[in-house]
């Protein structure tokens, strides 16, 4: 807290019983945690390479497979490192030559830039658009993978994944889904990799990537893999294919994380899947969005309801608040994480509706906003 952030105590009874409103790490759910516990004993500390954690990692899969709906010729593939390792084994392992990029906030961008970097491929192709905003592709010839963004989470927009007409048939797509999956519908017909890492939706911990691929995905990797170009091992998605077909991973993974994905992902899949985890994002959009709507000094920065985010909502302050000092009030009442994204440079909050959320507090951070903002007054 700043020296100039007054000290304000919001009483206890308006408080949410879970604070948690990251973006990632998000909240993660305390049911998953203690099942995690009751099976600690024969669970953690015990080989990767041996039925009791390959079978969690088969449930995982199965899982995910069962819970997007995925057709039967598609594999689960997963490996270490999350979403930013996934982006040099993407580089190295599924772009032949050139591939096209929508470029619309922190994330997106840093992709391409990756791309951009590698010298033994041509430039990539980059459709960008002012933040708040998202471009759309452009089917191209000689474009050989398009690099979309389920949901930009530093600014709250989110778009569908869709195979642009006029791609070349052997094309792919390749949707970074990182804290979309789980809380967005998305089409499997029109994607051919659908990657992400479960610390966001899925309620879990970093370090993992997680990435459905359809066939035209698998062939892509396999030829890449059969090609002159060196790969290292621990990038080399054909071996991450190879092992994930066997419910493991090239090396050691961090198993917490595994169990608590697999425990989400369940809990989506036992209340009626997609319908129930997106469901539960939309009703959270509706809390925070129709709070800002109604407020004199809040609204909401994505003004486009079609890709106003149902996953993260970024709110937007009246100069007459600041947006940091109620973060930070916030803060220091047990609500976490509400800041807005540092290079956005907004008078800003940024609120996940992740899954994981409950409604009620969401309900109860909107009167904590309020309260603080009139005590500010
Ligand atoms: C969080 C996030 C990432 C980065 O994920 P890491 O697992 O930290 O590498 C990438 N893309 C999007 C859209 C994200 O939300």
């Not at 990029?101 to 391409?112: D, M, N, T, V």
């Not at 933040?131 to 000689?142: I, K, L, Q, R």
């Not at 608590?260 to 809390?287: I, P, Y």
Request: charged content about 20%; some cysteine.
């Amino acid at each position: 807290m700043s020296q100039t952030t007054p000290e304000i105590q919001i009483p206890t009874e308006k408080l949410p019983d879970d604070g948690r409103f990251a973006s990632g790490p998000s909240k993660v759910r305390p049911q998953a945690v203690q099942a995690l516990a009751a099976i600690a004993d024969d669970y953690l500390g015990t080989s990767h390479r041996k039925d009791t954690v390959k079978d969690i990692v088969g449930r995982l899969r199965d899982g995910l497979s069962t819970l997007f709906e995925l057709p039967d010729d598609w594999e689960v593939v997963l490996g270490n490192g999350g979403t930013t390792l996934f982006w040099d084994a993407a580089t190295i392992g599924l772009i032949k030559e050139q591939s096209q990029h929508l470029s619309f906030g922190e994330f997106s961008s840093k992709f391409a830039a990756g791309v951009a970097a590698a010298p033994f491929l041509a430039d990539p192709m980059v459709i960008e658009s002012a933040t708040g905003d998202h471009p759309e592709p452009v089917g191209t010839p000689g474009i050989d993978l398009y690099a979309l963004t389920h949901n930009e989470t530093s600014t709250g927009v989110s778009m569908a994944p869709v195979r642009p007409s006029g791609a070349d048939d052997d094309s792919i797509v390749a949707v970074d889904a990182t804290s979309a999956a789980g809380a967005l519908a998305w089409d499997p017909s029109h994607v051919d990799c659908y990657y992400f890492a479960p610390q966001k939706a899925f309620a879990s911990d970093g370090g993992l990537w997680l990435a459905p691929c359809s066939p035209k995905a698998m062939d892509r990797i396999r030829e890449i893999e059969a090609g002159p170009r060196w790969i290292p091992p621990g990038l080399d998605l054909k071996i991450a294919l190879d092992n994930s077909v066997k419910n493991q991973t090239y090396n050691t993974p961090a198993l917490a994380t595994i169990f608590l994905t697999m425990h989400q992902v369940e809990w989506f899949n036992e209340n009626g899947g997609m319908s129930f985890s997106t469901g539960r994002c939309k009703a959270n959009a509706d809390v925070i969005y129709g709070w800002a709507e109604k407020s004199s000094f809040a609204s909401a920065f994505v003004t486009d309801l079609g890709k106003r985010s149902q996953v993260v909502a970024t709110i937007d302050f009246d100069d007459s608040v600041s947006a940091d000092d109620i973060a930070s009030i916030l803060r220091a009442n047990g609500i976490r994480d509400t800041e807005g994204y540092r290079k956005l440079g907004r008078n800003q909050l940024r609120i996940a509706l992740f899954p994981a959320i409950e409604s009620s507090d969401l309900e109860a951070l909107t009167t904590c906003l309020d309260y603080v903002v009139e005590q500010l007054g």
